[in-house]
């Protein structure tokens, strides 16, 4: 970050959105980096790593959905994905990728930005729900370091995986509500709906090797939210 200025790398080619939405963001206390290709995009990446990345996916050279997947391979920074395409299956597949949060153009300047801002908010400031190390069955998480074993292979979360996993073991045992999953690991002022919480989840599960028919670890209580596999009840 420069001068306490989020530093925002912002991929769009169409410039009746970034010449005015860029301008917005200075005055808004960001400080955009404007590219309009994937390749431009790697470029700038490499050269200066930003805070946030704000995503189109139609771009001249490629999808953005490469992006998105190249970025979360390595990085947890947050990634807000902009595009016309707004059937449910293209937010589930953003989401799938890696993005935090999918906006649908034309888009609410007003309204993508308090979403920046909510996201940095957690990417920043949330504390872990426990300390140290927790085991469950075969499954060690070790909050302090964000890494976390099934078996003695290391998983590979991303930030929301992790933050979700952390909040469900910190309560193992306990079914723990839907909104206050979103409030704890997204943001209380969540602008979307819960379905990015069910993506996630399905994500979690996969990389637990969790069936959803017979879990292990990660259960659905119907109507409710989910509740984690506590210690005490762990069965080889």
Do not use: Q
């Not at 990085?75 to 935090?100: F, Q």
């Not at 996993?165 to 839907?178: D, F, M, N, T």
């Amino acid at each position: 970050m420069t001068s306490g200025r989020p530093l925002v790398l912002f991929v769009e080619d169409e410039p009746s959105i970034f010449e005015p939405f860029s301008a917005a963001l200075s005055r808004e206390g960001f400080e955009p980096v404007v590219v309009s290709t994937l390749a431009d995009a790697r470029a700038a990446w490499a050269s200066r790593p930003a805070d946030l990345v704000l995503l189109d996916l139609g771009l001249p050279d490629g999808d953005g959905r490469d992006l998105c997947r190249e970025l979360r391979a390595g990085s947890d920074v947050p990634i807000i994905v902009l595009t016309a395409r707004g059937t449910e299956l293209e937010r589930v597949l953003g989401l799938e990728l890696g993005a935090d949060d999918y906006v649908v153009k034309p888009f609410s300047g007003a309204e993508v930005i308090a979403r920046m801002r909510a996201v940095l908010r957690r990417a920043r400031a949330s504390e872990p729900a426990l300390s140290g190390v927790v085991e469950i069955g075969p499954l060690r998480v070790d909050v302090a370091s964000r890494r976390v074993w099934l078996s003695d292979e290391e998983l590979s979360l991303s930030r929301k995986e992790f933050d979700l996993l952390s909040e469900l073991v910190a309560h193992a045992g306990e079914v723990v509500k839907r909104e206050d999953l979103m409030s704890r690991v997204w943001d209380e002022n969540w602008f979307g709906s819960t379905k990015t919480l069910d993506v996630h989840v399905r994500w979690l599960r996969g990389k637990l090797g969790d069936d959803p028919a017979s879990p292990r670890f990660l259960h659905t209580v119907r109507g409710v939210g989910f509740r984690f596999t506590g210690a005490d009840e762990w069965e080889s």
